[in-house]
């Protein structure tokens, strides 16, 4: 268990504070066009992968990144012997592939369930994290789990039936135990595998439901 007043704990608080940011990838794709998201998108994520890739270069830009972002970036990502990207490039590379690969529909819960779950695991493992899970805490998993649930319950479906929110509930249980086994790649691991479970569970149980319907 970490104390909450901990400089960590609170780096972690800014961190996915900042991380509800990215909430606005999914909310705005509901209601523009793939194409018109994909064209913002993809020059985005390609001019931020090589900023972050130039700092391992390019000293100044270390310098200025650190300056800015640095509260944001774990001791792992700031290591410039350590070429990892930093937690914000892999959203937006999960964000384009999910909404290159997966029905819009099933892309927006996969990225809502990366804001809101990964954020509350981060959080409660942190602070009442006590027995181990994969790679992560029990107790965070559990936070994970409920507030995917929580997700499902909000966010929209197809025709809102019984069926769509248990299998909402599968894919949430599946995020769960990715994010716990997945390790830093889990900003991809999470919303790829509740867009994929739910993709297959609507093929195999709700073969009547177009997934193309919101598009």
């Known amino acids: 268990m970490q104390d909450v007043q901990s400089p960590s704990f609170k780096s972690e608080i800014v961190r996915k ?62 290591d410039q012997n350590n070429l990892r990207l930093n937690g914000a490039t892999f959203v937006l590379i999960s964000a384009t592939f999910c909404i290159i690969v997966f029905p819009k529909l099933l892309a927006v819960i996969g990225l809502v369930t990366l804001t809101f779950a990964d954020g509350a695991a981060a959080l409660f493992g942190k602070r009442f994290g006590k027995r181990r899970f994969f790679n992560k805490s029990l107790e965070g998993s559990i936070a994970f789990f409920i507030a995917a649930c929580f997700v499902v319950l909000v966010t929209p479906k197809f025709n809102y039936e019984i069926l769509e929110y248990l299998l909402g509930f599968i894919a949430a249980a599946v995020g769960t135990v990715t994010e716990a086994a997945s390790g830093f790649l889990d900003n991809i691991a999470i919303p790829v595998s509740v867009a994929t479970t739910l993709w297959i569970g609507y093929t195999l149980f709700l073969p009547h439901i177009d997934v193309y319907m919101i598009r």
């Open 17 to 78: 504070l900042f991380h509800l940011t990215n909430l606005a990838i999914p909310v705005i794709y509901f209601f523009i066009p793939k194409s018109t998201a994909l064209m913002i998108l993809i020059p985005l994520t390609v001019a931020i992968i090589a900023l972050d890739l130039l700092r391992f270069f390019h000293q100044p830009t270390a310098q200025l990144f650190n300056r800015y972002f640095g509260i944001l970036l774990r001791s792992s990502e700031r």
